[in-house]
């Protein structure tokens, strides 16, 4: 049965009995968590409006359909720059190793928001998934409540069990402010939201471990720059009055648009202000001065991220935590040591 020319969905059962998608995907999955008149209720709910269940979901487990799913949300590809791209790729030739084949599925703002369940798993077309970036923790949950093991990349949650595979963005950040520090700089800003992802929040707190270290103000709100909003929506990067000597930013591309503004303002890279980025992407680059940054290691995280998914598809008791992925500092020119 279709609803208004559509397939009937599990949001639409939640909506017809006033409760959350996670709710109906656990009681259609038989999960913990639901009352059993509950989860009477909405299985004839399901029933009622026609609602294609698939009873047997621990079929996914088999490995029959050699499909993993790389999921990503669509506020992660529409930047000027995209890292994520160079991990799909990694990501689809190490499944080829293992005689997968790799499904993009783009998430979005939406669909993230109603908990829309992903299609290839509604169609029960994957035996594993790959989230790649930021997902929220509702739809975390929702998909946390299927029978279909996954890795989440490039970020974390609180989950005491989630495994995922993470740049070790606290230690590289705390690595290049320290590198400031060394070069005399007293007074250093930071540019990016850190409550936008836990990538940028570990980013963000790598840099106050720096400052605390070296004993350094912090806390002046003046020096945190916001780049974009809580939702990954990009958002002009206003200066302030008084300008720190250095500026950590959370990525290359944020580097990059702070350079050309401190340039239209009049202010000079590095000689009256220094700026370091995060992730070395290779299509970022400044033609007035190269920029000093944290590279990244995204190809042995696509890598690790696929072996895990693996593993874990053949061995459902595998649970290897986080999996933190080593970084590097790459000196360029836009660092002036200050004496």
Partial sequence: MKKNGKSIKMKDI????????????????????????????????????????????????????????????????????DVYFQIYETIIERLKDFG??????????????????????????????????????????MISSQSVPFVTLDFYGSYEKMDTVVADNFFGSYMITSYLIENGHREIGFVGNYKATSSITDRYMGYLKGLIEADLEIGRPEWIIMDRDTSGNKIDIVLPDMLPTAFVCNNDEVANALITLLREKGVKVPEDVSVVGF??????????????????????MGTVSVDVIIKKIQQPDYNPGRQLIGCRLVLRESVKKRV
Avoid at 49 to 72: D, E, F, W
Avoid at 100 to 105: A, Q, S, W
Avoid at 279 to 300: C, M, R, S, Y
């Fill in 14 to 81: 939640a909506e017809a009995l006033g409760v959350s998608t996670v709710t109906v995907s656990k009681a259609l999955n038989d999960k913990e968590g639901v009352s059993e008149p509950l989860r009477r209720t909405i299985k004839e709910k399901a029933t009622e409006m026609g609602y294609v269940y698939n009873p047997i979901p621990r079929q996914l487990l088999s490995g029959k359909t050699h499909n993993v799913a790389i999921l990503v949300s669509k506020k992660f590809l529409v930047r000027g720059y």
């Fill in 100 to 141: 997968y084949y790799g499904i993009l599925e783009v998430l979005s703002k939406q669909a993230e928001f109603n908990c829309e369940m992903p299609r290839v798993l509604e169609e029960s077309k994957v035996d594993g998934l790959i989230l790649l970036g930021q997902i929220s923790k509702p739809y975390l949950d």
């Fill in 279 to 300: 992730d070395n992407f290779e299509k970022i680059h400044n033609l007035a001065v190269g920029i000093t940054t944290v590279e990244v290691d995204f190809i042995t």
